[in-house]
Nanobody
Framework: QVQLVESGGGLVQAGGSLRLSCAASGLTYSGLTFSSFVVGWFRQAPGKEREFVAAITKSGDNTYYGESMKGRFTLSRENARDTVSLQMNSLKPQDTAIYYC???????????????????WGQGTQVTVSS
């Protein structure tokens, strides 16, 4: 069973930065490597639907961002270390949410902004941006 664990959330003032990480485990048992998965980040604020933040292709060559994240967030991956990192700069109070790491089925090679297209999910990490 592939497992994803997020870390790096916390409380930051508006204009500050945070770096979220997502580490994968259980890959050896599944017979897969981290490079088998398209990985995405989503966020969910109280009372709101889960929102697409960013995604990265299996090789890391291509990244995609939600509209409000463009120019502020940067997603990268290190397949050799089974991790992806989301660098978030110029944070705003409206970025406050629980941030989730997710991975698509290894049969899928394209990014997708829809949460239901992702098979594996982490437990989430809280990001709070104060004004």
């Amino acid at each position: 069973q592939v497992q994803l664990v997020e870390s790096g959330g916390g409380l930051v003032q508006a204009g500050g930065s945070l770096r979220l990480s997502c580490a994968a485990s259980g890959l050896t048992y599944s017979g897969l490597t981290f490079s088998s998965f398209v990985v995405g980040w989503f966020r969910q604020a109280p009372g709101k639907e889960r929102e697409f933040v960013a995604a990265i292709t299996k090789s890391g060559d291509n990244t995609y961002y939600g509209e409000s994240m463009k120019g502020r967030f940067t997603l990268s991956r290190e397949n050799a270390r089974d991790t992806v990192s989301l660098q978030m700069n110029s944070l705003k109070p409206q970025d406050t949410a629980i941030y989730y790491c997710a991975a698509r089925s290894p049969l899928n090679s394209d990014y997708d902004p829809a949460p239901h297209q992702y098979r594996y999910w982490g437990q989430g990490t809280q990001v709070t941006v104060s004004s």
